[in-house]
């Protein structure tokens, strides 16, 4: 067997030690709540040295990272439709379907999402991961503001990094309402509302 092979086996041994790690992490913290998870347990559930998993990961806070990191990623699927609107009434169907999608992810999301709640209120490690995941969301929607007032649809007094962290808070805080559950109309409702003030005020 010549080097390459050996390496690539031991990569694919180290991605499944990984995968396996990690999913027990998820179950772990599903179960456990954040603050009482250990890594002990992960390790246990996932059956593997501790020598192994701590070449892997250097706690739990980086366990729940990478697991924030792959649920982020579906939210910001939503937010990297293409957006290139060509009237006011475009515009606002795509945002409120955005906005719509987004809401609906934190609803089918929402044990994961109140786990990472948790960490991000104990962890200053979570905490600023969750920050630079919500500044990749308003550079994101930035461009797509900044896009519509190039194009004359959009009011082009007004700062478009200012108006994309307001719009990023607004869904944010329904986010978290959904999450915990303490959301007093419909997910539709929500987006539909909250899709039709913001383009009321940004759009022309």
Request: charged share 25%; hydrophobic share 45%.
């Amino acid at each position: 067997m010549n080097h390459r092979n050996i390496e690539d086996k031991r990569h694919l041994r180290s991605l499944k030690t990984r995968i396996k790690l990690l999913e027990a992490a998820r179950e772990v913290f599903l179960q456990e709540g954040f603050q009482k998870a250990t890594i002990s347990q992960m390790i246990n559930k996932a059956s593997i040295g501790y020598g192994t998993a701590y070449v892997h990961f250097g706690g739990k806070e980086d366990l729940l990272i990478v697991l924030m990191e792959g649920v982020m990623e579906q939210f910001f699927e939503i937010a990297e439709i293409s957006f290139l609107p060509k009237s006011k009434q475009e515009a606002e169907e795509i945002i409120r379907k955005q906005a719509n999608d987004f809401l609906k992810m934190a609803e089918a999301e929402r044990d994961m999402m109140q786990v990472f709640e948790q960490a991000i209120g104990v962890s200053s490690l979570v905490s600023d991961k969750w920050k630079a995941i919500r500044e990749k969301f308003i550079q994101r929607i930035s461009t797509d503001v900044a896009y519509a007032q190039q194009n004359g649809l959009a009011r082009s007094e007004v700062n478009h990094e200012i108006v994309a962290r307001g719009w990023f808070f607004t869904n944010e805080m329904y986010l978290w309402e959904i999450v915990r559950d303490e959301h007093h109309s419909s997910v539709e409702e929500i987006a539909r509302t909250i899709a039709s003030v913001y383009v009321t005020g940004l759009y022309l």
